[in-house]
């Protein structure tokens, strides 16, 4: 397990490696129209209070101090004012110890059925085993479980709190009572108990090893055990394909065909800038870029370069002029008069709608269909992550952001495994030190693994104008001088959300209903906000809901969406590439790799994806 995921290193420097943006300049051979943001930085104030907030960061995992304060006084200040409340709990405690102690009690009676007070949520993996059926340890994890509905109940529901401070007081519980789980020690655990049983006591020889081996790992900064199979170029991202432009953020990527035939409108793709662009390129049985160019088409990739500390002044929408725009202006010389069927995944998703609707407002009609993959517009509900985006919070993190100049990948890291740390820390810890079993790599893993940073302005500008103001949503976004609205799309869209999605949360990306003026079909997959994406139509446990709506037909919402939507079994991308193919033409020939100009360029994967 890679412990660099709960322990970040908030003040790790940057890879010491050559300026990547000088060599960009360098060999690039076909500027764009777009140019660099000419808004030139404010100069910090309060340089005093940020250089405190930055070595606080140090010792608070980047989390504000005041925001967590706040929140926890808003609840006990309530709590306090709420006799009626407080003694609603103390009687639920009451009853349910009653029973307890009558279950614990009859432990050993053969009539006694496990979890006879409280059962495990089905999404909860901790207790599954069979072991922890049998006495005592049944009646040990029905105490826990009692213990955390009792301060689910005491954390939620208390009149007068805001529902914000309330999100965050009961997620800050939860991460202590996941901590506490009677899972995580050898002595509470049937599972490390009997398998230290079989094996002598080498299940903890062996997890003392993984824990000395991830400690190493983490002092010299090296990638979690068992990643070195997974290596970009050579297992992973080996589609082939040629950089065909490149710029001081993006390398474009265009991949050959492996059809005699092509169809005649290329895709773009527009991955999020947080990772790596190969997540939609991993190993050859789930590369959704191979499948793309199988079925026929024209593919096109954007692979973003990681930005150090000199890259603290880039904007949010230098993203979109140098990337997007860029991007666009190249494809457009290599496939000239074709419309393009541009996909947006996860944040790459929301910069593709914000260009899209700047488009529509300007009369640019490049764009032939969006596909937006676990892509939010509208930042209201975005799930647990909006626990970490508040005014406070914020403020705190552009401190320590400035003093970097970027935000660190472990720190962002930590912040996303503790969106889900039952399955991506305790159980992974568990089953690495007590039960001494190394954890499987996966392709999968080795990407999430392969992080990149966030540059300071850009990051700030996403956080305040999406996530903090929803500018986007409520039509005061503005790009080129003017606003944008998502209103003036027009074009088709795809648009597919992840069941269990703890970063975009389907209902969330759901809203785009209202908000488009256009023929939306909607996709709901199984799985979450990776693996629900990475889903390759030879791979067993998949499946989907789809319904389109016509851009004049009237709003369903979320749950009756549910309720309505064909349920079908098996991977998205078939039901994707078909919807793709009734928005094509007939094929053709291929196009020419690049436009002339690609003397110097590497081939696939490039250069930034390697830095």
Known sequence: MNVVQILPLPDQPAASTEPVVDVARSVTKAEPNAERSTVQPVPEPYLLDRTFHALLARFTGGISPTALLLAWLDWGCHLAGAPQRRMEIAERVVRDTGRLLEAAAHATSPAQEPWSVIRPEGRDRRFRAPQWEAAPFNIVAQAFLLGERWWHDATTGVRGVSRANEAIVEFSVRQ?????????????NPQVLEKAFQSGGENFVFGGQNWCGDLMRLLSSAKPGGDEQFIVGKTVAVSPGKVVYRNELIELIQYHPTTAQVRPEPILIVPAWIMKYYILDLSPQNSLVKYLTEQGFTVFAISWRNPDARDRDVAFDDYRKLGVMAALDVIGRIVPAQKIHALGYCLGG?????????MARDGDDRLGTITLLAAQTDFTEAGELTLFINESQVTFLEDVMWQRGYLDTAQMAGAFALLRSNDLIWSRLSRDYLMGEASAPSDLMAWN???TRLPYRMHSEYLRKLFLNNDLAEGRYRVGGGNISLSDIHIPMFVVGTLTDHVAPWRSVH??????DADLTFLLTSGGHNAGIVAPPDEAGHSYQVMTKAADAPYIGPDEWLKLAPHVEGSWWPEWTRWLSAKSGEFCDPP????????????????YVRT
């Open 592 to 607: 020419p790799i690049g436009n002339g100009e690609i003397d110097g360029l590497p081939d696939a994967p490039g250069d």
């Open 350 to 358: 929301t910069l593709l709608s914000i260009a899209a609707a700047a």
């Open 449 to 451: 693994a392969d992080a």
């Open 511 to 516: 809203k785009l209903h209202y908000q488009v």
């Open 176 to 188: 202590m009572l996941d901590m506490l789980a009677p899972s995580n020690f050898a002595m509470t």
